[in-house]
C-alpha cells in the first residue's frame, strides 16, 4: 500500500526553523509531483508548496515565498520542507501530497492529489 509519511514537526518560538521530511514508500514518487499542504482548525487545506518529479519546478504560496524552501531527493524518495522565520500564524497540521501520475505538473489544488499523509503538527509560539 501506497504510504507518504511525515516527521519532524513541532514546538518552535518565532523566527526559529522547522524542516518537516515525508518518507514515500514507493519509488514510483520519484516521479511524480508532490506537494506541502497545511490545515488549521475550522479552514480549509492551504497549499502550501509544490514541487515537479526533477525538482526544476517549484511554486510557493505567498504567504510562504522567501521563507519556506521544498526540495526532494529522489535517491531516497523524501520530500522536504525548510521552514524559516516561522510566524505563530504558520502554526497548522502540515500534510505531505502525491500526485499519482508520472511526470505531472505542479498544482496549487489539492484535489489533484491522490495520496495524503497523516500529518506532523507545526506550533510556532510569539
Known amino acids: 500500500q501506497v504510504q507518504l509519511v511525515e516527521s519532524g514537526g513541532g514546538l518552535v518560538q518565532a523566527g526559529e526553523s522547522l524542516r518537516l521530511s515525508c518518507a514515500a514508500s514507493?519509488?514510483?514518487?520519484?516521479?511524480?509531483?508532490m506537494g506541502w499542504f497545511r490545515q488549521t482548525p475550522g479552514k480549509e487545506r492551504e497549499f502550501v508548496a509544490g514541487?515537479?518529479?526533477?525538482?526544476?519546478?517549484?511554486q510557493y504560496a505567498d504567504s510562504v515565498k522567501g521563507r519556506f524552501t521544498i526540495s526532494r531527493d529522489n535517491g531516497k524518495n523524501v520530500l522536504y520542507l525548510q521552514m524559516s522565520g516561522l510566524k505563530p500564524e504558520d502554526t497548522a497540521v502540515y500534510y505531505c501530497?502525491?500526485?499519482?501520475?508520472?511526470?505531472?505538473?505542479?498544482?496549487?489544488?489539492?484535489?489533484?492529489?491522490?495520496?495524503w499523509g497523516q500529518g506532523t503538527q507545526v506550533t510556532v509560539s510569539s
Open positions: 514541487i515537479n518529479w526533477i525538482g526544476w519546478v517549484i
Open positions: 514507493e519509488r514510483t514518487f520519484s516521479y511524480s509531483a
Open positions: 501530497a502525491a500526485v499519482s501520475s508520472p511526470g505531472g505538473r505542479v498544482t496549487t489544488d489539492s484535489d489533484e492529489y491522490d495520496y
